[in-house]
């Protein structure tokens, strides 16, 4: 048996002429993993969130998963704690499809709460809280519980050089599956376990995924907004990676710090020199603590 570059499994087939990868089902244990030097001194927490929709303002949340782990200062983490889970009566039927989708049906939520008390304060028990799209769950979590606010987050989808690490995509049941994994997803619970397990691979450099997101998460960056940019370059900034903000009716997109300068003269040459009345763009510094807002 051999492994490939990102942690799959590899048998030769009957013959030698090809291979098979093969997939384990996650089972992700509390306990000691076994791996790093001690009891790790740092508290990392995963949640998941299953919400009605994807209407911030009409949705809500019907599913929220939790589960801390311990990590060395190298990244690696050594205790994974128990998982917790709770579900919530929405007020509503919950759409057909997100039932489908989830497998939760209007009888497996009635009458259910979020105990706020108690996630509030697992949130608030970690150095870090880590979700697969923090720029969805961020603001679904915060919405719902007034003491998570102000917390460090990170992103294991957007933080991770997954493309420079070997691996195709970024969602997170195919992540899994090239990590040598599959599992029961679209329940919060099981894709907590999967972004824990995700965090704990090791790359050809010895170093994990976790290590890798937690330096990128701890740089300081800049949303950059493209304020004013006339409506011609709008698919020049889209090509660029800028997103439309509906709300602030602005293009805009998120820069590392090093970065700012090169973004500057590029919106200067590309954007505002084909506009007189352009207000010009606007770079707001933000930190684990403002990021996915």
């Known amino acids: 048996m051999s492994f490939s570059n990102v942690g799959c499994e590899v048998a030769p087939a009957e013959g030698g002429d090809s ?32 919400t009605t929709g994807l209407d911030f303002e009409r949705d809500a949340i019907i599913e929220l998963a939790a589960r801390r782990f311990r990590y060395d200062d190298e990244g690696v983490i050594t205790h994974i704690d128990r998982p917790y889970e709770w579900t919530e009566d929405p007020g509503k039927p919950i759409p ?7 497998g939760l049906r209007d009888e497996d939520v009635a009458g259910r709460f979020i105990d706020d008390e108690a996630a509030t304060r697992l949130l608030r028990s970690a150095t870090v809280v880590i979700a697969h799209h923090s720029r969805f769950d961020r603001r679904w979590v915060e919405r719902r519980l007034d003491g998570a606010q102000g917390l460090a987050w990170a992103c294991s989808m957007e933080q991770i050089d997954w493309r ?62 493209a304020v004013g940019a006339d409506f011609s370059v709008k698919d020049l900034l889209r090509s660029r990676g800028y997103r439309w ?49």
Request: charged share 25%; with cysteine; glycine share 10%.
């Open 164 to 225: 420079g690490r070997g691996f195709d995509g970024r969602s997170l049941g195919f992540l899994l599956c090239q990590a040598g994994w599959f599992h029961d997803g679209h329940r919060a619970g099981a894709d907590v376990d999967a972004v824990i397990q995700l965090l704990r691979h090791p790359f050809e450099d010895g170093r994990t995924a976790l290590a890798d997101l937690l330096e990128r998460s701890a740089r300081p960056s800049w949303v950059v907004r």
């Open 96 to 102: 057909p499809e997100i039932a489908a989708l989830t």
């Open 19 to 50: 291979s098979v990868r093969i997939l384990h089902r996650l089972d992700v244990q509390e306990g000691p993993t076994g791996e790093g030097a001690g009891k790790g001194p740092h508290v990392g927490l995963v949640l998941d969130v299953e």
């Open 245 to 293: 903000d509906p709300a602030r009716k602005t293009w805009w997109t998120e820069v590392r710090d090093d970065e700012r300068v090169r973004e500057e003269f590029w919106l200067a040459a590309n954007v505002y020199s084909t506009s007189a009345r352009a207000l010009g763009p606007t770079f707001e510094e933000i930190s684990p603590t403002t990021r996915f807002l």
